[in-house]
């Protein structure tokens, strides 16, 4: 595969019958590896010395040899840097050059050569001047300055560019349409002023996202490049940084509370009493009853006098959330159920050990229904508010 990266094949060699309608996410065919910058795909589209996938591959060879020294990677690395020096890319902004930089961006501190200064430059010129009015938040003109590819996150620190620095200090938090915060952003500000307000700022909308897949690869299927690239890339080109800068920073990858008054789930029923003085409610599901939960909550609740194993059938009605279930300070993870990077995911049942009169922690994402089999299951915001209706 990785030969297909730099060769090409002659324009007849097109899977795609003339006149035929490969649609907006289907490859075209026509030379190269690579399906425009939604993915990867054997000899498709067009030619890919300067027309990358959003999260590159030229990097990640370099990164190859570095870990594995593997010199195939290396020597397929090279031929790039060869063919990108003998393409004449005058600088654009969107995500195909700003891949393009990020890519170089690894390339030059790899070789120290000379002749790829010449290509960055100009990416780097055009996406520093792109259009971008950050105080009407236009981004019709300047979306693609800073969070549609990893370039602006290693030049920045490479360089120190006061434009860059000060455009990515203005960058209000922005959020994809598909996979959520641009988390790289605020690392970059973090990284920029030390203030960690700006990883707060997008913790929790990060942390449920991160819960919506399991770790079971990824199936290959009919929608598994369109899917992938926009439920799995996005993240894997933007969260690195994130997650770097909240470990130097201390902070952890956890939400302890959801939405301040977060509403019980349809089919669980409100019971209210006072709790050591204190307003308390919980959400009572019945074994065999639905509850429908929805995105970015959390739970507590607490098993049962003879509760030993947790047993609920999970269902997502979005297609993508997550169930995910740990005890109650979340130092360990008790169950997940989440989507398997293909198209759908997170339905099944949950199965695990637990003990019983013990409180847990319970985090959805999306919108998963959860009806437990044999013991009640007794919700609450908080441990504080939490009560058994049924003692007084």
């Not at 593997?70 to 004449?88: F, S, Y």
């Not at 130092?331 to 049942?349: K, L």
Request: hydrophobic share 35%.
């Amino acid at each position: 595969m990785n030969v297909d990266t730099v060769h090409f094949v002659t324009p007849g060699h097109d899977l795609s019958p003339p006149g035929s309608d490969p649609g907006e996410y289907r490859p075209h065919h026509e030379v190269g590896a690579h399906y425009g910058c939604y993915g990867f795909q054997h000899w498709g589209d067009r030619p890919c010395v300067d027309c990358m996938w959003v999260n590159g591959e030229y990097d990640q060879l370099f990164w190859n040899w570095y870990i594995t020294g593997n010199r195939r990677a290396l020597d397929v690395a090279m031929e790039w840097v060869w063919a990108i020096k003998k393409t004449r890319v005058s600088g654009e902004t969107g995500r195909e050059f700003s891949s393009i930089g990020a890519e170089l961006m690894e390339a030059y501190p790899a070789t120290w050569d000379p002749g790829l200064l010449e290509v960055l430059d100009n990416i780097a010129r055009a996406i520093g001047n792109a259009h971008f009015h950050f105080a009407e938040d236009d981004r019709k003109l300047g979306n693609h300055w800073l969070n549609m590819a990893p370039f602006v996150d290693r030049y920045l620190p490479f360089t120190g560019n006061e434009n860059y620095r000060k455009r990515t200090l203005a960058w209000p938090l922005d959020s994809s349409p598909y996979d959520g915060p641009r988390a790289n952003t605020q690392a970059l500000k973090y990284h920029e002023t030390g203030d960690r307000s700006h990883l707060e700022e997008c913790l929790a909308d990060v942390y449920f996202l991160s819960l919506r897949y399991s770790p079971e690869p990824p199936r290959i299927g009919e929608r598994s490049a369109m899917y992938g690239w926009l439920k799995t890339v996005f993240r894997v080109t933007h969260w690195p940084a994130y997650l770097r800068a909240l470990d130097e920073a201390g902070l952890d990858l956890f939400v302890a509370r959801g939405k301040d008054r977060q509403r019980f789930p349809a089919g669980a029923a409100v019971k209210e009493r006072s709790v050591d003085g204190q307003p308390g409610a919980v959400g009572v599901v019945e074994p065999g009853a639905e509850a429908a939960l929805l995105d970015e909550q959390v739970w507590y609740f607490r098993t049962g006098p003879d509760e030993r194993k947790l047993e609920w059938t999970v269902s997502q009605r979005d297609g993508e959330g997550a169930v995910h279930v740990r005890t109650r300070d979340g130092s360990r993870i008790i169950a997940h159920r989440g989507a398997d990077g293909h198209a759908v995911g997170g339905d099944g049942t949950i199965a695990a050990a637990v003990e019983p009169l013990t409180f847990y922690y319970l985090a959805v994402s999306g919108g998963p229904t959860v009806v437990p089999a044999r013991h009640p299951l007794i919700l609450a915001r908080t441990v504080e508010a939490w009560f058994d209706p049924v003692s007084r």
